[in-house]
């Protein structure tokens, strides 16, 4: 399964744009892209996956890049809630045939 | 629902002694999934079922772990016996395992080990 690699870090202003960035350029045509987040002591929360096209919910956008070798993920008006770690998956699972790797994600600053 | 419930919350133990971490998965979820989380390695899948049955065990640290799911909707992760080293925080997720490609996992709130 594709590996995927974020930075480490990212600060944002409150009330503007939190673009996290995240590549995996090894991705295969069936694994999707997911993120999670992760805020301070609590269990990862999904936020959005997507294949091929571009993906909208009442959290954040997620913008896939032609080739699929990378995707941004879009916090259109960061909140100081939205301080957390951000992680980007590759998931190509279905029942049997499942392999997860989780990097250390982004760690993603809002600040007032 | 009540999501994914893990108990216990916390646990302190002394190095040598059996560990038991466990794990409800929201209703109706066919695949069950266990983590542990570290400052130092992030998050690490251990184990995951499908069904009940275990799939792939290969991100076991070592034989002292064994998780089992004997039914749909319970399952354990027990350290015996503990070290230090495992100290971490373990989550469980679960998710419906059964809609092709992809799946959104659920995750409790963790367990925090702390072994001394």
Redesign the interface.
Same mark, same amino acid.
């Given at each position: 399964d594709a590996k995927t690699t974020q930075p480490p870090s990212m600060d944002c202003a409150e009330g503007r744009a939190a673009n996290l960035p995240c590549n995996h350029s090894t991705i295969s045509g069936?694994?999707?892209v997911?993120w999670?987040r992760q805020i301070h !002591? +609590?269990?990862? +929360?999904?936020i959005i996956?997507g294949?091929k096209n571009n993906e909208t919910n009442e959290m954040a956008s997620l913008i896939i890049t032609e080739d699929r070798k990378s995707s941004t993920l879009i916090l259109p008006h960061a909140t100081l809630r939205d301080t957390a770690v951000y992680?980007c998956i590759a998931?190509? !699972?279905?029942?049997?045939n499942?392999?997860?790797?989780?990097?250390?994600?982004t760690s993603l600053a809002v600040n007032p | 629902d009540a999501g994914v419930i893990q108990s216990p919350r916390h646990e302190v133990t002394e190095m040598g002694q059996e560990v038991t971490l466990r794990c409800k998965p929201i209703s109706g979820h066919n695949s069950l999934f266990w983590y542990r989380q570290t400052m130092m390695r992030g998050l690490e899948l251990l184990i995951y079922f499908n069904n009940n049955v275990p799939i792939d065990d290969s991100g076991m640290p070592e034989d002292r772990f064994s998780a089992k799911m004997p039914n749909a909707s319970f399952s354990t992760l027990k350290i015996q016996p503990s070290e230090p080293r495992d100290s971490a925080v373990y989550f469980c997720a679960s998710s419906l395992g059964d809609r092709g490609q992809g799946e959104t996992q659920y995750f409790g709130p963790g367990t925090r080990l702390l072994v001394l």
């Open positions: 069936n694994e999707y997911y999670y !002591s +609590q269990g990862p +929360q999904y996956h294949l992680y998931d190509a !699972s279905a029942g049997n499942r392999k997860l790797i989780w990097g250390l994600g | -």
